[in-house]
């Protein structure tokens, strides 16, 4: 293969293999995403809320755990990071159209709100940062344990400003527990822009005050992210405690298929945001590299959209809950 | 009489309070160029500006507790939840604080202020979109909490929510915002906080509901009506303090009692109005007290069936109403 | 059978459980070398050192919310809020998320999880720490309530609540904590959450009540039974779920209800309680159904004659038991 | 007078009356406070909790502002700042008897929940960090009204990790608001010392994520703390907005009456303490700047305990509120 010997992604120790699947990870969050907001148009979901804009973060942060054995409290936008710790396309499917089998919560939450036993992904609802507390949790039990595990929360950057984000990361500080807070700052909650919602520059620069690190990182260079997160996990891993880490996002898409932007936010600004697509940036770096050519990118589209193709037809296909068991798991079953 | 929809009553009368006493302002999360995420208070920030349609981080206890301050001081805040399924991280302010305030500092400082929260189901909201809260809060005494089912009713009841100098909260049914129509009075239409409203009158079986149950219950009453059941509906709209007066007369009138709420019944407003019916008029009752409401589950599931297995409707109220008078 | 206080009857379970197995784990604010502001945990640290008896920051939201992450792992945390009143902060962490993990993930996420928490007043705690709030949670499927009156039942309930796969609420009415003696059974006790307690027969009248209002009742008893009034006294012990059974059969026993609660009565546990018994055995009854509550204040007052006036009394339930026995 | 020309209070543009009266406010506070503790031993009120180790850093910032003007939402051991701003030992006494007439709550609340319509001290609660809300709204409605009001509030290190702490200094810092968040750090939050409260090393490191200065400084230094909160006053009134500003105080007392600090602080910890008491540092300033001497000192020392005496002796003799009015005031009365 014609790559370069020195590269970005070799420096970070990875494969040539391992950037393309990480690519690869980012490209099938995109185009099921994509896929899940035509459904929606169409009438055949009612509810979609996106990750595009926010793959080079999500996936390069979750490269840096360890499937199956690390933890995840994901928020709604985590459509990257749930797949890289082990959610299938047809679960994701499944969790859109509400059927049965749906791992996360079988029909019963919202789609998107992401959950996964056997892949340590925590059930997440939809009051915002309540899931840092848990994430915080898990992190005091597995220390307690004596398990070298780490575990990863995401949240938006409006939601860094609810009590929860403060009390957690104090928590955390305090405990040096191994978790990683990962902030995923878009630049906007909902419609409120940054400057309404925060007076700092950086929601990395709470950080100090819970004796942690705060690293800011550009959340549309997959490879940066990874290397911050890869730090973070050795720091947890090591006993060192807790890290604050802010990706600059961008959202590509209105906040969900509830909403119209065009009130708020200037088209003119979406294009500057499009500039820093993490998908356009990551397949620029692969074809320097020589990872990817024409050829190889249409082979790969090929392959994700029948993967898609195949998993939106299985979910459509499968029955919803039937009604007899909406009373089962209020309270543990005898 | 000008017909608006129930969402439009919410914004007319918050833009004639406006207009009428600079004190008041509103504030909450993407109220204002967003014009809320239900368009509720679409285009008052044209009229108003950003100082008076604040929109706030994402913080509700901030909401709720900075609120309280300018209340404090002088203003009349209407803070939005944007759903009332995210109150919670605000009860502290609620319960701890706004209710609080009078009776802890002998009547010398006190909260006017409006609370807005839409909740309620049926709208592919799943758990953390759908519910009803309000049985939550109806316990605490230093709180009025109003429900209203009709346009009409809305614009009486903001409006004297707005004015009343203890704080309210206005639970607004988002499956009325745009399903409902109804007659709006001009002018200075209060309807005073604390009157439960009989819908419709009938004979054979008393009928107390509120929010979105309450049009079942009137879809319902025609159903059963053709049946030779003359049902009385009674809307309850104020939940705390209830209307005593008309509960136990509406409860006399027939001796027959059925309570209906979307919101599951173990402690919902129903167990209240049961229980002062029950103390109150037992020796009118012909029949045991019913209730129909949701089901003991934490919140509405997602899926259509079992939204729909959760959900009231028409059918299954004429059915409960038809079990009673059988009695 | 030894005899302890309430408040040792918490420690020792605690104890015990902790002994048993790893996976108990103590949180909350003082709850080390403090002991806890009432010492419900004394001596624990020392035994069970400051890794499982954990003095968090002063954050009730962390301390259920990183709680709830603990259990997540298969830990059993114990979390602590100082007094009931400052449980609000935590309130979406409990509603939102603790009562739900099983339901919206299917079973797969759950939390085993215990909250004690004192509460109650009659202790000089004004208007911050003498609330009951069970009344505020009960309404919540997904959460288990309990208030437990003497100290075996304390040791039987708190062991169930520990070994309980999802989360308790466990209420210690603080005014009962070193006032009352009783008998613990030595070793394994448990004693079902959801079972009410007969702990006074009687066949003129029935009484439902939890808490210290409970021994209230216990005493008035004996008072009015001098005056030919035999009075049966249900301890409900468990808030949610409540005992149907025993709550049904009790009140059709004698047909003459009264609810006491230290709580006040619009919208309390009263309120259901009165509701049931009117859904299910309403033809039983000769008489309404009485409550004896708190009064519609926001939170019982400072001064002394004030929380004298606001509390319950063996004498002000006695005048209620003599009213209803007059029916 | 035979005081020095150059000296660090007139340096501040304090005259000696006032230097003198700054003192006067410290020594009533802790003469006040002491007596209430007699007052509880011997079983005549049921509950103190100290201002005892806080008074230069109360009657220091509390000095800075404009009685009858400015704003205050205080914390439980306001004493001396509710003084300053115009309580008198009589509304003191009145409240810890919960005696008829008490200006906070008429003897609904515990004592120390100050509350003061007159003199713009709002009425507290005992949840920790609520009030952080309510100045930040009162600072809110001020500027809407273009108002040049100050609102200045209290509160522990301990309660600084309240989610209401977060959002409400957010919320300052985005509105630019017009007051001050005092953070009184005695070191410990009733039993639980400092390292297990927070992992940073000043509350204040916490004031850059919220967009605004935040300054530490030493609470037993009375004038220190004051040219730091003039400072934050005259930036406030700028419309430049808030400020996060944390004393480093001692607590010489137990948490309060119901508590018994002998478990979990060491004794030589307290000795240590005492060495910080800022009345004793004040006095000693006094003395060098010839602002005081024995005699003068000993009359001021009569003159406050004969206003403590008289104060004392008017409360225990008023009536208590009767039961009669025990239903008021939950709602507006008609
Ligand atoms: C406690 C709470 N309040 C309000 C909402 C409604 N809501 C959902 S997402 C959102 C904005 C979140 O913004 P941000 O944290 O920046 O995340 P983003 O969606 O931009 O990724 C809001 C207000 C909520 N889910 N939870
Ligand atoms: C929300 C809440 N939780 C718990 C308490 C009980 N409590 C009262 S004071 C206190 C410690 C406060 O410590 P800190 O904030 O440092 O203030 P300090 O008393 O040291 O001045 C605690 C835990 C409370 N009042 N409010
Ligand atoms: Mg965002
Ligand atoms: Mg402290």
């Not at chain 1, 939809?126 to 780490?150: C, E, R």
């Not at chain 2, 608006?4 to 999360?29: C, H, K, W």
């Not at chain 2, 319960?95 to 006017?112: L, Q």
Request: glycine share 8%; hydrophobic share 40%.
């Amino acid at each position: 293969m014609a790559t370069q010997t020195r590269n970005r992604h070799q420096e970070l120790g990875l494969s040539d293999e391992q950037m393309l699947e990480i690519y690869r990870y980012m490209l099938l969050t995109r185009r099921i995403d994509e896929r899940l907001w035509l459904l929606q148009r169409s009438g055949k979901i009612p509810f979609v809320i996106s990750a595009q804009g926010q793959e080079g973060a999500q996936v390069g942060a979750a490269y840096a755990l360890v499937r199956g054995k690390d933890w995840l409290a994901p928020y709604y936008r985590d459509l990257g990071k749930v797949l890289v710790m082990g959610m299938t396309p047809r679960e994701v499917f499944l969790a859109a159209f509400a059927k049965q089998g749906d791992p996360s919560s079988n029909g019963r939450q919202m789609a998107h709100h992401w959950g996964h036993r056997r892949w340590n992904i925590i059930s997440g609802s939809s009051p915002v940062a309540t899931q840092v507390l848990h994430a915080v949790g898990v992190a005091l039990a597995a220390k307690m344990k004596g398990h070298d595990i780490v575990v990863m929360t995401s949240l938006g950057e409006g939601s860094s400003n609810q009590g929860d984000f403060h009390e957690g990361l104090n928590f955390a500080g305090v405990h040096k527990l191994p978790c990683i807070i990962h902030v995923q700052n878009n630049e906007y909650a909902i419609s409120v822009p940054l400057k309404k919602q925060l007076a700092c520059e950086n929601v990395a620069d709470r950080a100090p005050g819970y004796g942690m690190p705060g690293v800011v990182v550009d959340g549309s260079d997959v490879l940066a992210v990874y290397a911050a997160f890869r730090e973070a996990v050795d720091r947890a891993r090591r006993g060192e405690g807790p890290t604050l880490i802010e990706s600059k996002c961008v959202r590509l898409t209105p906040h969900s298929s509830d909403d119209d932007d065009r009130t708020y936010r200037p088209r003119e600004e979406i294009e500057r945001a499009r500039q820093r697509d993490p998908i356009t940036r990551t397949r620029a770096y692969l074809y320097e590299v020589g990872l990817l050519d024409e050829e190889r990118e249409q082979a790969l589209e090929v392959e994700i959209r029948r993967e898609i193709d195949e998993a939106q037809e299985y979910a459509e296909a499968q029955p919803y809950e039937p009604v007899e068991t909406a009373m089962r798991h209020v309270y543990k079953e005898a | 009489m000008p017909v608006m929809q129930y969402i439009e009553a919410v914004r007319e009368t918050l833009r004639s309070e406006m207009r009428r006493d600079p004190n008041v302002f509103i504030m909450g999360e993407d109220v204002g160029k967003r014009g809320g995420v239900f368009r509720a208070t679409q285009g008052l920030i044209d009229e108003f500006g950003e100082e008076r349609v604040i929109d706030t981080p994402l913080t509700e206890s901030a909401i709720v507790g900075v609120g309280i301050g300018a209340a404090l001081y002088g203003m009349r805040p209407v803070c939005e939840i944007q759903f009332a399924d995210f109150i919670w991280p605000a009860m502290n302010q609620i319960i701890s604080e706004a209710a609080r305030f009078r009776y802890r500092s002998y009547g010398t400082w006190f909260v006017p202020m409006v609370i807005r929260a839409p909740y309620g189901g049926g709208v592919h909201g799943g758990l953390y979109h759908s519910q009803s809260v309000e049985a939550h809060f109806a316990h605490s005494p230093g709180l009025k909490i109003v429900a209203p089912s009709t346009p009409g009713d809305v614009a009486g009841l903001l409006r004297a929510a707005i004015r009343d100098d203890d704080p309210v909260l206005f639970f607004e049914h988002k499956g009325l915002y745009r399903a409902v129509k109804g007659e709006v009075p001009e002018g200075d239409y209060v309807i005073p906080i604390g009157k439960a409203d009989v819908k419709r009158d009938g004979r054979d079986i008393t009928v107390f509901s509120y929010g979105k149950a309450l049009h079942f219950c009137l879809e319902a009453a025609q159903m059963v009506a053709a049946e030779g059941i003359d049902a009385m509906v009674v809307d309850l709209r104020s939940l705390r303090p209830l209307d005593e007066e008309t509960i136990l007369n509406a409860a006399a009138r027939t001796g027959k009692v059925l309570i209906v709420h979307e919101d599951n019944a173990f402690m919902g407003i129903g167990a209240e109005v049961a229980a002062l019916i029950a103390e109150k008029v037992l020796f009118e009752l012909d029949a045991p007290i019913l209730r129909l409401c949701g089901p003991e589950v934490p919140a509405m599931p997602y899926s259509p069936p079992l939204e729909k297995w959760y959900m009231l409707s028409p059918e299954k109220v004429a059915a409960k109403m038809r079990e009673l008078a059988a009695f």
